[in-house]
């Protein structure tokens, strides 16, 4: 029996307390970043609170009608498949927060959503999307990010601007802890150096406040804003590539705070020169500075930082799992962090201990995705190739049997050798319902389970795909 059924044919569960919930949350909040996209999930998703979770149904709050509106409208079909696929059968629903109800720590919730629908006021130039947990003390060093530690620190801890410094310029693959770091100075700065003014920004939300600037007319104020802080950080600049006017905007800025001696730190997923669509006197320009890249992590660094998480969080997790997992999930932090969370999530729901058994079933598609990734076009490639049909017909919803059937096993085996959810599986075939691809998942199961030539095909086309 594997995970996903265990849960679905586990008893309601009525009693988790808000540790629980958050838990579940969370989770589920991983599988949405990862199956909708980082920028879907930090806009709607994450703006919502889990209010209760009893196995059969879930119950979330939305900060305002227009976030509940627009996730019902535009996601709620997907965001149905990612939860039936780890929790089975289940049920939700959005309520719409009630002024009223809201105590205290729902304010700040409440805050922040505005702040981000409004303009930016000084008084929240800081609490501005920083993330607590993103501090020096959590960040775990190991060679692969030991310079851009030192870097970002010796920037946190100088109390003067110094030339060969500025700007920091940090880069690295996605997960690999650059937002982390940032947020890491502005922490520091923020508890050491309270009067110095720090500014921390992703490069979407600097768009985002110079768009609706120019379009309230409100451009001097922003920029005026802009050029009062002490610290400016701007968050994966890569986004900006391609955007002339916020490039412009940003340069000017730029150069005006250089100018004025005031520290700024930027991130990318690449090097300056790598920056593509961004116009070459600002490329070398932000390589004037301190650059910093993060490497791929290694092994002895995703075991410190996978301890370093479970102390954080008082669980028992037996060593050879915390082993496993810095064994098997390579490709980054987020990653890393995200399986743990889902194992521990798990144990939590159905109250049970963490063993290496429920942790391989728990994690069996993400270890197969990184042991050897498989993409949904090489194992359309290779069924059909097998079949000896069409690609562009195992792709259209052609319904002759000798089409139909390799269709229904590509499915299966993207089910099987790709993380890639039901959904988008069902988009790769012809804009198919996830349940399209649930059918021939389960067809294809019970014809292994019945004939043996058939059994053979599918062991045979496994063995291509993974070898
Ligand atoms: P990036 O901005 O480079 O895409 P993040 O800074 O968002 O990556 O890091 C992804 C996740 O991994 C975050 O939750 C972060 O706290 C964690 N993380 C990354 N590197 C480390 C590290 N060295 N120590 C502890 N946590 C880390
Ligand atoms: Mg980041």
Known sequence: MNAEASLIEAEPIFDLNMEDLSSVWLVILEKVKRELGEDICKTWFSKLRIADFNGVSLTLLAPTRFIRNYIMTSYSDSFIAILEDFFGKIKFSIAVEERQEQDLKHQTQEKQQLSSEGQITEEDIFALSLDERYTFENFVVGKPNEFAYAAARSVAESLKVLPESNPLFLYGGVGLGKTHLMNAIAWYIKSNNPERKVLYLSAEKFMYEFVKALKNKDILCFKEMLRSVDVLMIDDVQFICNKDSTQEEFFHTFNTLIDNNRQIVISADRSPSDLDGMEERIKSRLGWGLVADIHSTTYELRLGILLSKIEQMSINVPKIVVEFLA?????????????????????????????????????????????????????????????????????????????????????????????????RIGQKFAGKDHTTVIHAVKTVEKLVGSDIDFAEDIRILSKILQS
């Open 327 to 423: 064994s098997k999930i390579t490709s980054n932090v987020r990653e890393l962090e995200g399986a743990l969370n889902k194992v521990v999530a798990h144990a939590t729901l159905m109250k049970c201990e963490i063993t290496m058994e429920t942790t391989q079933e728990i994690l069996r598609d993400l270890i197969r995705s990184s042991d050897r990734a498989v993409s949904m076009d090489e194992i359309v490639k290779k069924v059909a190739e097998y079949y000896k049909i069409k690609i562009s017909d195992i792709l259209s919803d052609k319904k002759t049997r000798n089409i139909a059937r390799p269709r229904q096993i590509a499915m299966y085996l993207c089910k099987h050798l790709t993380p890639v959810s039901l959904v």
